[in-house]
């Protein structure tokens, strides 16, 4: 079992917070003493508070920077999609 504690500010991480759960990326925006803000990637980002000690199932890996270039990319081209999408439903 690992914590948010490990993470540092700046970096893409992959990581599980729960067992069996969804490998999830993580972006670590900013460091207080106790917490870090955090940016979740989903269907949608989820900017979210964390305390240091909350736990997270594991850390797969931090990303390069041209592994998240390469994610980036991708997501990027999946979020223009969905807006995409919702705008042909209005």
Known sequence: MYSYAL???GCYY???EI?????VTIKVNVESDHCLYVTKYADV??????KK???LFDIIECLTDEK???WES?????????????EDDE
């Open 53 to 55: 000690n909350d736990s």
């Open 19 to 23: 067992e069996n759960g969804p490998v």
């Open 68 to 70: 998240v270039k390469e």
């Open 7 to 9: 993470l540092e500010p």
């Open 45 to 50: 980002p989820i900017l979210e508070w964390k």
């Open 74 to 86: 991708v997501y990027n081209a999946s979020q223009d999609a969905y807006y995409e999408e919702e």
């Open 14 to 16: 992959l990581a599980q």
